[in-house]
């Protein structure tokens, strides 16, 4: 008999999913649902006392800048400043079976260091004393993040000033007329089952990819995200918003002199050999034309120098969220959200480090100095 009474509330709790009443509620019958199953281990009981969040950073961390950085990658005002943004979406009610519910502060806090170890969502549920509800609200808090960071760090090509991005690169890299470097990055994922061979790339694993435009300062531009790790960068970017963007030439300042010269040469974006020369994008001379003409050489150089900011802000990302080193055994979706997030969190990084640094030129050290 009361097997039975159990398996009608697991029934009845099933059909409330399927209506989706709200985040709230779905988030409520997750735990509810475990709470039938089985009592709730005393290691999540105690979470407001012994987990990471309370011992570490509400007792230690908060009050050591360094030490919080360190930990989270971001500053306190900048956890503060993503926790305002985010907080309405995340904050979840009371209720009876859930008295204490997980705090929007300790949902950022852990999916935060998500991203900077790359770590398993069961060894975070150890350490933050958290359920296995910690697979469910993680990408509901990349998607929050996403949904507020995107629009101030990511803004459409339309809102972007393009004069200046391409009087960044004449200053600090001393080559007029480019606006952006454009390169792709394999981001790895753990191969399932239904994935199919579209994810398989060239390297012999499988990965979604990032195609990102990137300025002087080794901040994302624009981003194209969600392709098949099969695909080439000049494929992607063919087929994509970006290319057309490109392609079309709207949103480029008009032709302008190069400098000392009469020249009139349209703003480009400049790629390695992948990419079709084209009126907005500069790739560099086949090698046997570098070996016949020094200049051509030398213009090779030029432009290995500047494309090198895309390697660079990949280099940087990678360094700081490095959940990038393994494979991310998420679904792709959810990858793409992590993928977007960490480069709003990178643009927003970059521009801390430019603010507290004005006359620190961009040039290629260590990852580490820029982090």
Not at 148 to 160: A, K, N, R
Not at 348 to 370: A, C, G, H, K, T
């Amino acid at each position: 008999m009361h097997r039975l009474e159990r398996k009608k509330k697991l029934i009845a709790l099933l059909i409330l999913r399927h209506l989706k009443i709200d985040d709230e509620d779905e988030e409520y019958m997750i735990h509810e649902h475990w709470n039938l199953k089985k009592k709730v281990s005393e290691i999540y009981n105690k979470r407001e006392n012994e987990g990471i969040f309370k011992m570490l950073i509400n007792n230690h961390l908060v009050d050591e800048e360094q030490r919080f950085k360190s930990y989270f990658r971001v500053t306190r005002e900048m956890f503060a400043y993503i926790l305002n943004l985010v907080e309405g979406d995340l904050t979840t009610a009371s209720y009876n079976r859930v008295k204490t519910p997980i705090t929007a502060a300790e949902k950022l806090a852990l999916t935060l260091r998500f991203l900077v170890t790359g770590e398993s969502f069961r060894s975070l549920a150890f350490g933050y004393r958290i359920s296995p509800a910690i697979s469910t609200f993680v990408p509901k808090v990349l998607a929050a993040i996403q949904k507020q960071l995107v629009p101030i760090f990511l803004p459409s090509p339309d809102h972007i000033n393009w004069n200046q991005k391409a009087e960044e690169f004449k200053k600090r890299w001393d080559f007029p007329n480019c606006v952006a470097a454009i390169d792709g990055k394999h981001v790895r994922i753990v191969a399932h089952s239904k994935l199919g061979s579209l994810y398989f790339n060239f390297k012999g694993v499988f990965s979604i990819v990032l195609l990102a435009m990137i300025d002087a300062n080794c901040k994302f531009v624009v981003i194209d995200v969600g392709s098949y790790g099969k695909q080439g960068d000049a494929g992607i970017f063919n087929k994509s918003k970006m290319g057309l963007l490109v392609k079309n030439g709207t949103i480029f300042p008009p032709s302008t002199f190069l400098p000392h010269s009469n020249i009139l040469l349209p703003h480009v974006i400049v790629g390695d050999e992948a990419f079709r020369l084209s009126e907005h994008i500069m790739k560099p001379y086949l090698k046997a034309q570098m070996l016949e003409d020094p200049n051509k050489r030398k213009f090779n150089y030029r432009l290995s120098k500047v494309r090198r900011v895309s390697e660079n802000a990949f280099g940087i990302m990678c360094a700081i969220f490095r959940i990038f080193f393994t494979p991310i055994n998420l679904k792709p979706e959810t990858v793409d959200s992590v993928i977007v997030v960490c480069c709003c969190l990178h643009n927003m990084l970059r521009d801390d480090y430019i603010y507290r640094n004005p006359s620190q030129l961009v040039i290629y050290q260590d990852v580490e100095d820029f982090c």
